[in-house]
């Protein structure tokens, strides 16, 4: 009985040092207003109050909802909600090269007043692209790169306070040893999101 008391208590002590639990009753009822052109269905509603649970609390997570649930509006859903609150980033997306004009189509439909970068390409390419980012710093609400060229240009990327910091199709960051983890770790966002599934 003595031995279940100390492992009572030292339960109770370690749960009392964890994160209070993210609760999907608060947050956002409805859609945030800066979200254009769409109705998000119940279920983004509620990935979108479990995503501003985890801003509220600090925290990083991965949303792994299977394939073809709108991952990606709930992310843009959670950029809008930000934008409400005047937090508008910035915020960067890193995807692998066969997303990127995905993110582009949808930030364009769901968030049409958002100023957001693609950085990718030849190298003049992305140089011209990253002098114009560096120019507008103050107005840049989204920036969509790859995998690729941010393990490339990891110091650029250094050098940004992102607001969120989303990963798609993480499952490929699972490797701790491998160089797009460790770029990925080592960059500098408050907020850290995954998406996988």
């Not at 639990?21 to 269905?41: A, E, F, H, I, T």
């Not at 910035?90 to 693609?118: C, D, G, M, N, Q």
């Not at 030849?122 to 107005?139: G, H, L, W, Y």
Request: glycine residues 6%; contains cysteine.
């Amino acid at each position: 009985e003595r031995r279940l008391n100390e492992i009572l208590e030292t339960t109770d002590r370690v749960l009392d040092g964890l994160p209070v639990p993210v609760s999907q009753d608060r947050g956002p009822q409805v859609q945030p207003s800066s979200l254009k052109n769409g109705v998000m269905m119940p279920y983004q509603l509620d990935g979108l109050r479990w995503l501003v649970g985890l801003i509220e609390n600090d925290s990083s997570g991965i949303l792994a909802d299977d394939m073809g649930l709108g991952k990606t509006v709930q992310i843009l859903s959670l950029l809008a909600f930000l934008s409400d609150r005047n937090e508008n980033g910035p915020h960067l997306i890193v995807v692998p090269t066969s997303l990127v004009a995905h993110w582009v189509i949808e930030i364009k439909r769901w968030l049409p007043h958002f100023k957001y970068f693609v950085l990718k390409g030849t190298p003049s390419q992305r140089r011209a692209i990253a002098q114009e980012m560096s120019r507008c710093a103050n107005s840049v609400n989204v920036v969509i790169s790859t995998y690729e060229v941010v393990t490339l240009h990891k110091e650029f990327f250094a050098c940004w306070s992102w607001q969120c910091l989303i990963v798609d199709e993480a499952h490929r960051v699972k490797n701790f040893k491998s160089r797009l983890s460790k770029t990925c770790r080592a960059l500098p966002g408050r907020h850290r999101i995954m998406l996988t599934g």
